[in-house]
């Protein structure tokens, strides 16, 4: 890839959908007709830089740093997706709500990963499909808020936007908005990624380990199921083995990263062109999606993600008519690429069934090939009776098996699981097999965000997925 001009500095309005001033062009990142639209339409969920010379110096720096992922795995993550948009594969996404910079460490990550990989073990053999393996991970620093502010006793400060853009400490010098901090994410990013490649090319997704990658958690009903099931696959490997078969396959998995694509100046400072076929690519992920707060179709997220060649996702909530999703087509993937469009439907329990058939019913008659995901996390959002925001297992799962009866009813593919998870054993999500009460929030309640499944509740929900994914037919 070449690296050939640095971005001009946006003036966003901090949240507000208004036009962003654009300043003269300083010297710099990848430069190919269109990309930098975007700075002259509607723009949400955006920082307010304290510091401009900051603000310069670090997007250009930013553009002349290596790339994080690479286009050749881009290419290949939209190949897989274009399998499970033709039901022949399933996507499980799953981790951090807001990653933060100081849980970046191997203990957490290898805990992430290994859960994500039990998962995928379960959804593959209960379901006999292929599963795409992807973390929000490596880049989810950014978060839209409901508020540009946040008070307390009497003192208002900005938000908390996530650590790329400022501090969860409650204090004016947290709380700036410092644009030094995506520098600091890119370098966590990179450190991440560098951990995922080692544990899933370098023996420890070997499949022939199953049975390792249940060591260090507490025994539950999820993990008994999971050790009936690691032993299954066993017998199956050494049976295999013993016909002679060739294991190479089984020693490493391909495993992508992914983040919501908020923070612009991040994204388009990370933007490439690919040296192959002269295409602009944003290497801070394999795969980025718009979130329901920046889905305008006229506005900047939409407008900047259509000229990149990523597999895009966009979130859909309970408000999205059929026209949208049909616009939002045109606009992202006009070409209709298989595995180009990802539709991750976040419509609440409440309104899963009623909601999500006219979407799914339009799309399909229209023609198009997108993947349908489910995000049963977003819709489901509850205070708990001491104050903490969290979610109800059971209503999580009451969202998926409506996402499955939905697509059976239709006779369409429900393709993909994204869940906000952690392979920890956090108390933030009420429920489970191993159940959770609000008074474990005192104690084990770790988001500095969302609430996020643990490690027994992720597993727990796997076998469920692939139980209604066996039954699909």
Known sequence: ?????????????????????????????????????????????????????????????????PPLVFAGEVDDLRDRLAQAAQGKAFLLQGGDCAETFAAATADKISARVKTILQMAVVLTYGASLPVI??????GQFAKPRSSNDETRDGVTLPAFRGDIVNGFEFTPESRAHDASRMLKAYHTSASTLNLIRAFTQGGFADLRLVHQWNKGFTENPAHARYESLAKDIDRAIKFMA??????????????FASHEALLLDYERALTRIDSRTGLPYDTSAHFLWIGERTRGLDAAHV????????????????????DDALRLIDKLDPNREPGRLTFITRMGARNIREKLPQLVQKVTDSGAQVLWVTDPMHGNTVTSPNGYKTRNFDDVIDEVRGFFEVHKSLGTFPGGLHVEMTGDDVAECLGGADPIDQEAFLEGYESVC?????????????????GALSHRS
């Open 1 to 65: 890839m070449t690296d050939l001009s640095t971005p001009a500095p946006t003036v966003p309005n901090h949240g507000a959908a208004a036009a962003a001033a654009v300043p003269a062009a300083t010297g710099g990142s990848a430069v190919y007709p269109g990309l930098d639209t975007w700075r002259q339409l509607p723009i949400a969920q955006q920082p307010s830089w304290s510091d401009a010379s900051v603000y310069e110096a670090s997007v250009k720096e930013l553009s002349m740093l």
């Open 133 to 138: 393996k992807m973390g929000r991970m490596a």
């Open 242 to 255: 013993s016909c002679g078969a060739d294991f190479e396959a089984l020693k490493r998995v391909e495993f």
């Open 303 to 322: 407008d900047f993600l259509s000229r990149v060649r990523n597999p895009i996702g966009v979130k859909l909530g309970p408000g999205t008519s059929g």
């Open 450 to 466: 969302d609430p996020r499944l643990n490690h027994k509740q992720s597993l727990e929900m796997a076998f469920l997925v692939a």
